[in-house]
T-cell receptor
């Protein structure tokens, strides 16, 4: 298995809702990442997990809450989002060793209404 | 602070042309450089990965070069096809705060018309 799987593919939520995005990989990668991508912009790093521990939080608002239950799973819990949080949310994974590239999922298209 | 720049921002060419997409980065202390393709509204597909010790990588009609000392990479697409139409993103991997980070350029939007 050489893929990163993200669910759901599309999500519409109200500003008072609580929802979660899910990411899964079975490549044995020990680093996992959340990126946010607005239309016609490059992906921006949000969080990095290394060996199931949060290692980087790029000053992301607390309404985004990441979780890494095990080495294969990464969740992003969403609560009280704003319309400007609407974006494509991408998950990625990589080996810890520096000489390997990143593998990205197909993303979750989030719309906040 | 590491910054990645891609030129041109957009490119429209007739089918069959050979293309060069450019990427530059400000800090040469990188682990590797990766070129991605992104179709509208979709995720990222990795095209080529160049380690910091390498000069180039090839896959089919794609060839990517890396000059780490000057902070530059190019992606060469031979005999372009309409199916090559997409956004091409350059990204560099480097050490920041003790952890590996991947930072993207803004991308080159490519349109190949028949």
């Amino acid at each position: 298995d050489t893929e990163v799987t993200q669910t759901p593919k599309h999500l519409v939520m109200g500003m008072t809702n609580k929802k979660s995005l899910k990411c899964e990989q079975h490549m044995g990668h020990r680093a996992m990442y959340w990126y946010k991508q607005k239309a016609k912009k490059p992906p921006e790093l949000m969080f990095v997990y290394s060996y199931e521990k949060l290692s980087i939080n790029e000053s992301v608002p607390s309404r985004f809450s990441p979780e890494c239950p095990n080495s294969s799973l990464l969740n992003l819990h969403l609560h009280a989002l704003q319309p400007e949080d609407s974006a494509l949310y991408l998950c990625a994974s990589s080996q810890e060793e520096q000489n390997y590239g990143y593998t990205f999922g197909s993303g979750t298209r989030l719309t906040v209404v | 602070k590491q910054e990645v720049t891609q030129i041109p921002a957009a490119l429209s060419v007739p089918e069959g042309e050979n293309l060069v997409l450019n990427c530059s980065f400000t800090d040469s202390a990188i682990y590797n450089l990766q070129w991605f393709r992104q179709d509208p509204g979709k995720g990222l597909t990795s095209l080529l990965l160049i380690q910091s010790s390498q000069r180039e990588q090839t896959s089919g009609r794609l060839n990517a070069s890396l000059d780490k000392s000057s902070g530059r990479s190019t992606l060469y697409i031979a005999a372009s096809q309409p199916g090559d139409s997409a956004t091409y993103l350059c990204a560099v991997s480097f050490l920041s705060g003790g952890y590996n980070k991947l930072i993207f350029g803004a991308g080159t939007r490519l349109a190949v018309h028949p």
